[in-house]
């Protein structure tokens, strides 16, 4: 009786020790006597127990911070550069079985390229170009990483730290920059309102010219108008007596300065001096 119950009890060991349940974001490998056999999907699988074991293995996508270190660009200054590395296993028996532990070599190799990249790099260069740092770096990762079943999706460098002397002058550098473009701008906005200002006025004198011109032009033709009708108006009505009156002043002209006329009765000064007589002199009174 009691051998039955221990062979009970070691037959409910055996069974849930032989009961293994893998998570959807895990993948299993089963080992027999030390020995890959086979991998295991998610869900629940069975193993021989005592004979055969399984190393669950997360697939989920991880990631990697890389410690500050201190980098000399190649302009010799000394700058402080850290990185995070995204990754996920993508071969788990790999993974598991190719490299002791991913986390220190990844970090070991990302920091020998961070200072292979950033050493050919000057301080401006490598300021700059922070998108083709985590660009390298990512692929040197992932080349290494091909080898161990494991996947570097994402490398981005966190900081670039030069010393503190470079980084006030460079923030003095920046200071004057904003300045020079704030002198450019106002200078530009001025230029353009006095752009704007000349044109404005140009166009005014260019209206008021031509206003000017066409009154002008307005009045003469009117007063062309008005001597036009004058010049009708005299040859109309006043032609014979000015052709008269012209007579009559150089006549006045020519008398004042003598004594005695001889005039034919017939003559037209008779009738506009309104003389009268049988004849053909006349004497003038002076005054």
């Known amino acids: 009786m009691p051998f039955l ?12 020790a032989s009961v293994k349940i893998v998570q ?16 295991a999907d998610p869900g629940l699988n069975l193993v021989m127990p005592y004979i055969e074991s399984m190393i669950k293995v997360d697939m989920r996508e991880r990631v990697i911070n890389v410690d500050p270190q201190k980098v000399i660009t190649k302009d010799n200054v000394s700058v402080t550069v850290d990185a995070v590395i995204y ?3 993508v071969d788990p028996v790999k993974a598991e079985f190719e490299v002791e532990d991913f986390g220190n070599a990844a970090t070991t190799l990302a920091q020998t390229n961070l200072r292979n990249i950033v050493g050919d790099k000057t301080l401006d260069e490598t300021l700059t170009a922070r998108d083709h740092i985590n660009t390298n ?20 460098v966190q900081k670039i730290d030069p010393p503190p002397e470079i980084t006030d002058a460079m923030s003095l550098q920046m200071k004057a920059e904003r300045e020079k473009r704030a002198h450019i701008l106002q200078a530009e906005g001025i230029k353009q309102s006095d752009i704007t200002q000349a044109e404005g006025q140009k166009n005014a004198e260019i209206l008021k010219a031509q206003g000017d011109a066409q009154a002008k032009i307005l009045r003469a033709d009117a007063e062309a108008g008005a001597i036009q009708r004058v010049a009708e108006a005299a040859n109309k009505y006043f032609d014979q007596k000015a052709q008269a009156w012209e007579r009559l002043r150089v006549s006045e002209s020519v008398l004042k300065n ?17 003389l009268e007589g049988d004849g ?8």
């Open 5 to 16: 119950v221990v062979l009970f009890i070691l037959a409910v060991v055996t069974l849930f």
């Open 24 to 39: 959807q974001q895990e993948r299993g490998i089963v080992l027999r006597l030390g020995k890959y056999k086979a991998l």
């Open 87 to 89: 990754y996920k296993i």
């Open 137 to 156: 770096l990512r692929l040197v990762l992932d080349e290494a990483a091909n080898g161990w079943g494991v996947k570097v999706t994402r490398v981005e």
């Open 258 to 274: 003598n004594t005695k006329y001889v005039l034919p009765t017939s003559s037209d000064i008779v009738n506009v001096l309104n």
């Open 280 to 287: 053909k002199t006349f004497t003038p009174i002076k005054k």
